[in-house]
């Protein structure tokens, strides 16, 4: 499952347990990280280089929060405001 929201881009997919979330960036997986309590770790050799390991029920509940927490009119310019141009750049392309 891919996730865009306003903090960043996580993809989530399971590891045969438990869910592993991952991104390309760091600062994507923060709120994540905060929410579960999971320590963010770092894979050189992928795709998504940082991921992190959480039950779905935390996941859902993080889902859930970022949805409840939409209070912007234009997702990519509330993008653009919290991280940057360049973040926001490939969201502007379509």
Known sequence: MWIFTTTGFVSAVSDGKQLVVRSR??????PI???AKAE????????????????????AEWVST?????DY???KSEVADLRGD??????MKY
Not at 66 to 70: G, Q
Not at 86 to 91: E, H, K, R, S
Request: glycine fraction near 0%; avoid cysteine; charge should be positive.
């Open 25 to 30: 960036d760091r600062q994507s997986l923060e």
């Open 33 to 35: 990280s905060t929410i």
């Open 40 to 59: 963010i770790k770092k894979s050189p050799v992928s795709d998504y280089p940082y991921r992190l390991t959480l039950s779905n029920e935390l996941f």
């Open 66 to 70: 970022m949805a409840k927490s939409i």
């Open 73 to 75: 009119r234009n997702f």
């Open 86 to 91: 360049d973040f926001a750049y490939p969201l």
